[in-house]
């Protein structure tokens, strides 16, 4: 695999948009990007369509439900996900030990259902817009990375994929759970981009020498005035980090 297409095998692209948008900037950012992250807004309002119209261009889907329920509907829900065909599915890791076994179960056994390759289920520790005080507010103790570990340590007990972090958090997982775990890694934002609503936002270099496997980019690429040269600029970040 050449250095291009390493890099392109690490980003997603955050489809947070109309779904006609999304495809139609997909299809201009493919060549540097081989994901296309369906999130709730998407799939709420085209359902299990969103996944196909990116899948039709060659995507990689990444279905990010972030699923946090009773065990058994988690369960009924990642089996319908697995069905689809995706390559990631989310789900809260602060749904505990029995709903992340459940999900994984039921991801399996959809996937399994219509013979596709059964998706890496991925666990959300801490959402990347919390702040210390937003973490405190919700009731879990110490700094966010503090709290994110312990959720991690959790879902991988429960036998998740990999988990999702901030790209501030990554190299402590990579530390303490080792090469396993998928690690996937939101806000992120080149140097000199607006934050926005990340509060642990970091760069892609950054994430990536902190063990990230999977970045996702949103509005970096969304606002760009010229969304492949974007994309390009953050491959070549992957590249050479």
Do not use: W
């Amino acid at each position: 695999m050449t250095d291009a297409s390493q890099a392109r095998a690490r980003l997603a692209l955050a489809a947070d948009m109309p779904l006609e948008e999304g495809v139609r900037l997909y299809q201009q950012v493919a060549p540097h990007v081989a994901y296309a992250k369906v999130g709730l807004s998407l799939f709420v309002e085209h359902g299990p369509a969103a996944v196909a119209a990116f899948q039709k261009l060659g995507a990689k889907v990444f279905l990010d439900l972030k699923l946090h329920d009773i065990p058994n509907t988690v369960e009924l829900a990642a089996a319908r996900a697995g069905a689809l065909g995706v390559s990631l599915l989310t789900v809260h890791a602060a749904g505990g030990e029995a709903m992340l076994k459940a999900a994984v179960k039921g991801v399996r056994e959809g996937a399994r259902s219509k013979g596709h390759e059964a998706p890496r289920v991925l666990a959300v520790t801490v959402l990347t817009s919390m702040s210390a005080e937003d973490v405190a507010s919700v009731g879990l103790s110490g700094a966010p990375e503090e709290a994110a570990l312990r959720l991690a340590r959790l879902a991988v007990r429960a036998g998740v994929d990999g988990l999702v972090c901030s790209p501030r958090e990554a190299e402590a997982f990579r530390r303490e759970l080792g090469p396993m775990p998928f690690l996937c890694t939101p806000g992120i934002r080149p140097a000199g981009a607006a934050k926005g609503d990340q509060s642990r936002a970091e760069t892609p270099a950054f994430a990536v020498r902190a063990g990230a496997d999977l970045l996702v980019v949103g509005r970096p690429i969304h606002t760009a005035a010229d969304p492949l040269a974007a994309a390009r600029a953050i491959a070549d970040e992957v590249s050479a980090a």
